[in-house]
């Protein structure tokens, strides 16, 4: 079992930017890939970003390419997502994930957080 708690959520304004963190409960959080994925009101949960074990490989949705960065820390057991110019379109509830393979498909993430608010004004 790993467990993941995200912090770092909160009101910003649109182009402003924050920080997600993900804790891991387990030192084997560097065997696993790490995915952040968001949720909107009213909408399916997608996909935003991936990373390998190692760091050395990332993945983006193309509607934050370029604005937000994934990245870990696996001596601090952590992941994080670093988001800039933020849009209103951004308004959702991120989640991060952990999984045994690398995959953007929501279905093959073996552990969930519990999510946090993001909510950008204009």
């Known amino acids: 079992q790993v467990q993941l708690v995200e912090s770092g959520g909160g009101l910003v304004q649109a182009g402003g930017s924050l920080r997600l963190s993900c804790a891991a409960s387990r030192r084997t959080f560097n065997s696993y890939f790490i995915g952040w994925f968001r949720q909107a009101p009213g909408k399916e949960r997608e996909f935003v970003a991936r990373?390998?074990?190692?760091?050395?490989?990332?993945y983006y949705a193309d509607s934050v390419k370029g604005r937000f960065t994934i990245s870990r820390d696996n001596a601090k057991n952590t992941a994080y997502l670093q988001m800039i110019s933020l849009k209103p379109e951004d308004t959702a509830v991120y989640y991060c994930?952990?999984?045994?393979?690398?995959?953007?498909?929501?279905?093959?993430?073996?552990?969930w957080g519990q999510g946090t608010q993001v909510t950008v004004v204009s």
């Open positions: 994930a952990a999984a045994e393979r690398w995959t953007s498909i929501g279905r093959d993430y073996d552990y």
């Open positions: 990373i390998n074990w190692s760091g050395g490989m990332t």
